[in-house]
């Protein structure tokens, strides 16, 4: 009698321990079960952007679930650089987890500010049962998170370039006939190759009609940079080739950079003092045509409030000389070396970047990173740029992530300034960027 | 005595002395938040070489921030000058014209940048408008345009800082004592002369201290360039200390950035015994 009672509550306990374990299989890691980390407080520092105020907004949630609070601090682009760049350096420990460009990733990796996070997806305590890697967006993940064979982050706002047009002029029928009839040929929508780019730009600058056919983010600055690139690689350019040397000055580049400053004709007079914020108020303003531009202000431009031209706006990709072309710029979630708070760190960036939070940010207008939140029916009925960005994100280009690029990218704004200026031609200015490039890289 | 001095030597030596040689110590060494190898280790002098020898851009900078000094001082001077005269006057609302005269120094100089910015805005811009009403075509902007940025920024500097200059020479034109004019207008002397060998040699040494002041600062201009140009179009507007700001903390490269911002310290010392050479040879005259 007593074996069998003790049997059956053997039998008991063991379905128990299996329904316990299948139950942490199927919801949460045990930590956020446990809330073994609660309590703690974690510091995080990013972009002052709207996906960080997404992110700002659903955070009760991961207070609620796992215990931890997590304080924001936001700051504009250059101050987030600084304060998380001294944070590092002088080894503060203020921050537990940083948002950052990825191209920073090579430099904190290599200066061993950041810490690689394997061993806490490894961890059965904290590893997310419903994570799924695959579910990243290949490019990004590649570009944000992996560095040396090692994994150093998650990746988060999945910026990146396309071409922004204004559908309804384009596709105006009256335009199109009149267009016929002075170039000898039909565009498409929107242009594929830079010629039509070009002459669609011609075509619909108007001054007397503050319209115009290109908006260009070129004031000295990191719009300006991000934006050539798009130009350099669909020429078939390069900035450091597979062995690590810098090609800058390659003939591809060398015509990117003409055609780029040809265009300068056709932008609105202030075009030399735009960054992307800029070029975003001019389509607001319905000032200007077609731009290659960021994703993450689409929303803005859509937005009825906000925009004069919400809905007439069209999104595709950039046109094609010799490749596809889609400047990435994502940023990553690291956790710095020092963090007081690693395990409970690493917590937040796997809850931010679940399938889960990402379908509700993409719902908000943001831009995911992964394909599943780009499936989610509601978040395509969102915002006409989605199918955009993800054609975008299959081809991303990415900028180098090595240490000196800071300095690099720098001296290309100079490049490029002085070109648009006409203070030297476009081959003068990258043959002295190639010298520049060759003593920075020590070659 | 020394006991009484020691709080004020204290603190001069930690908010000044430490800061110094820690910069100076630096700029003897490879030291970068961003490159791995550049750990801090002692290199001697070569910071200083590069930035000699090598460094096109340097240079490039420094001439820009003369050129700016020199041009903003002067008119800003000459203005001063005739403001802080015509305020001496008894004219009718004088204390009214002081205290207008100086709000835009009493502006902090980043919203002096961003209300500029505004106003100088190619396509909104209220300045812009005018301009192209005026018939006149400008086809970058005044702030887009290698030829017209740096001309603009002065121009702001002096409407900022003008007053600064009224206000020293102000003060020393009121506290002058009359028995001089009086005596020389006895002696028939008209207002030209009055102003040119009496007025001018008795508020000389105020002159010096406004002048010098003005080129410290101007020297160091940072914010208002900062938010207005960023220091381009491409290099129109780079002064040394937008560039000395990129290379510490852009580049992060913090050994050179501490010798590039030691070289513009020495410049500035430099021409500040210049200065106090030059009233002294001047005094003994009076």
């Known amino acids: 009698m007593r074996s069998k009672k003790s049997k059956i509550i053997m039998v008991g306990f063991v379905m128990l321990f299996v329904m316990g374990c299948f139950d942490a299989v199927q919801a949460e890691p045990p ?144 335009e199109r006939r009149a267009f016929k009839e002075k170039y000898g040929y039909c565009y498409s929508i929107p242009p594929t190759n830079w010629i039509e780019y070009k002459d669609v730009a011609e075509f619909f600058t108007r001054p007397e009609q503050e319209l115009y056919g290109v908006a260009l983010a070129a004031k000295r600055h990191d719009a300006l940079s991000c934006e050539w690139m798009n130009y350099m690689w669909s020429f078939g350019g390069e900035v450091i080739d597979k062995s690590g040397n810098p090609v800058i000055n390659s003939p591809e580049n060398v015509e990117a950079l003409k055609y780029f400053v040809s265009l300068l004709k056709y932008a609105p007079p202030g075009t030399t ?22 994703n993450d202000p689409a929303i803005d431009v859509e937005d009825p409030t906000k925009s004069e031209v919400a809905g007439k706006m069209g999104f595709g990709p950039v046109p ?32 931010v970047t679940s399938k889960e939070i990402q379908i509700k940010l993409a719902r908000e207008g943001m831009v995911p990173c992964r394909y599943s939140s780009y499936a989610d029916p509601e978040v395509r009925e969102r915002a006409s740029f989605y199918p955009a960005t993800l054609a975008a994100l299959e081809i991303s280009n990415y900028r180098p992530r090595i240490p000196e690029w800071t300095e690099m990218v720098s001296k290309m704004q100079l490049a490029l300034s002085q070109a648009l200026a006409g203070e030297k031609t476009p081959r003068e200015v990258l043959d002295w960027l190639q010298d520049e490039y060759l003593r920075i890289l020590g070659k | 005595m020394v006991f009484f001095h020691l709080p004020t030597m ?46 096109l851009l340097f240079w490039k900078s420094i001439f820009i921030t003369i050129r700016f000094v020199v041009v903003v001082v002067v008119i800003e001077f000459i ?65 887009g345009s290698v030829h017209t940025a740096l001309p603009t920024v002065m121009f702001i500097d002096v409407w900022q800082w003008t007053s600064f200059m009224t206000l020293i020479l102000l003060a020393g034109l009121r506290a002058l004592p009359r028995e001089p004019v009086e ?71 913090m050994g050179y950035g501490s010798a590039l911002v030691l070289i513009l310290f020495l410049i500035v010392l430099v021409c500040t015994e210049f200065f106090f050479f030059f009233t002294q040879r001047e005094a003994p005259q009076k």
């Open chain 2, 79 to 143: 203005l001063g000058l005739g403001i802080a005269m015509l305020l001496n006057q008894n004219i009718w609302g004088r204390r009214f014209f002081t205290s207008i005269i100086i709000i835009p120094m009493m502006i902090a100089p980043v919203v002096v940048g961003l209300i500029w910015r505004f106003l100088l805005s190619a396509e909104f811009g209220i300045i812009s408008y005018v301009i192209k009403k005026l018939g006149m075509h400008l086809e970058r902007g005044l702030l």
């Open chain 1, 273 to 294: 003092t735009y960054t992307w914020d800029e070029v975003t108020t001019a389509f607001q303003k319905g000032r200007v045509v077609m731009a290659i531009q960021w």
């Open chain 1, 31 to 174: 930590a956020l079960v446990d809330k073994t980390y609660k309590g703690i407080t974690l510091r995080f520092i990013a972009e002052t952007v709207p996906p960080t105020e997404a992110i700002v907004k659903f955070l009760p949630e991961f207070e609620k679930s796992s215990g931890i609070k997590v304080v924001t601090e936001q700051y504009p682009f250059d101050h987030v650089m600084e304060k998380t760049m001294m944070d590092l350096a002088a080894g503060t420990r203020i921050y537990d987890v940083l948002s950052t460009p990825y191209q920073f990733l090579g430099q904190f990796a290599e200066m061993g500010y950041i810490q690689p996070v394997e061993k806490y997806m490894n961890d059965p305590n904290l590893r997310d049962p419903n994570m799924d890697i695959t579910d990243y967006i290949e490019g990004m993940w590649k570009a944000s998170a992996e560095w040396k064979e090692k994994i150093y982050g998650f990746p988060s706002n999945s910026c990146i370039m396309f071409l922004w047009y204004r559908r309804d002029l384009l596709e105006n029928l009256a």
């Open chain 1, 320 to 351: 094609v000389k010799k490749q596809p072309a889609a400047h990435f710029g994502a940023w990553t979630f690291f956790i710095p070396k020092l963090s007081k708070h690693p395990e409970a760190a690493y917590l937040f960036i796997q809850w």
């Open chain 2, 10 to 55: 204290i603190t001069l030596v930690i908010i000044a002395m430490v800061p110094f040689l820690f910069a100076l110590n630096l700029s003897f060494r490879a030291y970068s938040l961003a490159i791995p190898g550049y750990k801090g280790q002692f290199i001697g002098l070569d910071n200083f070489r590069k930035l000699l020898n090598e460094d």
């Open chain 2, 183 to 253: 005596a020389a207008q006895i002696d028939g002397a008209n207002g030209i002369q009055i102003f040119r060998y009496i007025t001018i040699p008795l508020v000389k040494p105020l002159i010096f201290v406004a002048v010098l002041l003005r080129s410290i600062d101007s020297f160091k201009l940072f914010d208002t360039i900062f938010i207005l140009t960023g220091g381009g179009p491409s290099f129109a507007t780079e002064l040394g200390s937008i560039y000395a700001y990129r290379v510490n903390f852009i580049y992060w490269n």
